[in-house]
């Protein structure tokens, strides 16, 4: 299935044509702090991801020792998470153009949300990251 994507003001825009990983909702601080709010994300593999950047406004923000933030230096739209020298791109679910077809399949760093909102109790919930249980994907 193909899906398309771009920032807000269209500078930068995505396509992918592979399979997706169901959705994770990262409430860790720093995807608090860069989103205002948790982030929804979903991850391709980057030979299914294709992104186009012709006025080279995509900037990568060094978040941590082992993953960097992608975001459009124009508008600031957050669109992409990455681990350094990983195979596999998270894409920020709303950075997609219309239906994605995806269901939010899990909740991570829970141990760290914010004291303003609540988690279903029904949803599954990790304290960190799901590493260890990997997301399914679908088509």
Known sequence: MTRNGSCSCGAITFRTTGSLRELAACHCSQCR?????????TDSADSDLAISD?????????ASDIAKRGFCGTC??????????SDTTSILLGSFDGETGLTLD????????????????????FDGDDLHDPRPRRG
């Open 33 to 41: 702090k860069q989103s205002g709010h948790f982030y929804v994300a």
């Open 54 to 62: 012709p006025s080279e406004k995509l900037n990568w923000y060094a």
């Open 106 to 125: 899990r909740h991570i760093f829970v141990a760290d949300k914010g004291d303003y909102y609540d988690i279903p109790t029904d949803a599954k919930r």
């Open 76 to 85: 600031g739209s957050a669109m992409f998470w990455k681990v350094n020298d």
